[in-house]
């Protein structure tokens, strides 16, 4: 039986993908993670936009009575791909926990709200 949990799973999967930085010896010839990262953003983030769309696509195939199965597939791949976009920038899984802990008891639309309103801040802390 595993016994292991989701943030533990999460945490071991970010381990895997920072060993496998060409910076830390990761070889782009034998390892999909570094060959990712040795691309650069345009690689990793092309293949998250990639993803995200077959997670549409399995979501609304699954809305009209296609395998849910394929909605976790296709999730997965792009957990996977946003993983290596966190590590390419020095972030961790348990970065975006925190960041939804921090967002818990909070309505969405109000996040929403307190998000504009601190963009527009910055926006004119910018042009003085």
């Known amino acids: 039986m595993n016994t292991m949990t989701s943030s533990d799973a999460l945490a071991h999967l970010a381990a895997v993908i920072e060993s496998r930085k060409p910076a830390r010896g990761g070889d ?40 849910t199965a394929k909605v976790v597939y296709e999730m997965a791949d792009l957990w996977f791909h946003c993983m290596v976009a966190l590590a390419h920038f020095g972030l961790a899984p348990a970065d975006v926990v925190h960041e939804l802990q921090r967002r818990e008891g909070m309505s969405g639309l109000e996040e929403k709200a307190l ?14």
């Open 28 to 67: 782009p010839a034998t390892s999909y993670v570094a060959r990712l990262l040795d691309k650069g953003p345009d690689a990793f983030l092309k293949k998250v936009g990639e993803e995200a769309t077959e997670v549409v696509m399995a979501a609304k195939d699954a809305e009209h009575g296609g395998d």
């Open 115 to 128: 998000r504009k309103h601190d963009e527009r801040a910055r926006a004119e802390e910018g042009r003085k």
